[in-house]
């Protein structure tokens, strides 16, 4: 007699008959298990790995604050010497953008207000760094950029404008200088 396959209640959803499965002991055969462990997690999805899904998601929604100028300049004070230059880089950099939108909407006298705390802060970014041997290079690096960014913005001013943007520039690139020297102090020879 041919056994037909069909898909009943005598058959499971891999084609074995019930009855099949066990052994005489009652015990799944070795093929079953190996099967079984297969395919236990594709019937539904991880519990865990949709909890974790969910608080990824949720975390990823939250609004992230971001720090003020004058939040950071607070917690200049109390921060250790090796944190100075990070937060220094950081408040000059959120002065530096805050001159970029001033001096684009030919605000001057407030530009050049932001333009002197971004050069003060540099000079101390500077300072805490060559004084805790931390923060060097990536301070550097920043001042570079914030040289760059400085000439972006000296050339879209007239000329009567430009006086402090150079003044500005050529202080950072007395920081940079200084930053090099310390971090390269044997030098060329």
Known sequence: MVERLTWGRDRNRHGLRVSQRRD?????RMAEKRLWRRTRFRSGLN????????????????????????????KLSSASVGEKPH???DIAKMQL???????????IDKAQA????????????????IQSHK???QSEIAVRAMIRKLSDIQHSLGTADQAPLKDAVSRLDRVRDDLL????KKGVT
């Open 114 to 129: 932001a333009l002197t705390d971004v050069v003060t802060y540099s000079e101390l970014a500077r300072d805490y760094s």
């Open 87 to 89: 937060l220094c880089i």
């Open 135 to 137: 923060y060097q290079k």
């Open 47 to 74: 519990p865990v790995f949709l909890v974790s899904l969910l608080a990824a998601t949720f975390a990823h929604t939250l609004p992230r604050v971001e720090p003020t100028v004058e939040s950071l300049k607070a």
């Open 181 to 184: 020297k310390s971090m390269f």
């Open 97 to 107: 953008a805050e001159a970029d939108k001033l001096y684009a909407a030919s605000d």
């Open 24 to 28: 005489r002991g009652g015990k799944l």
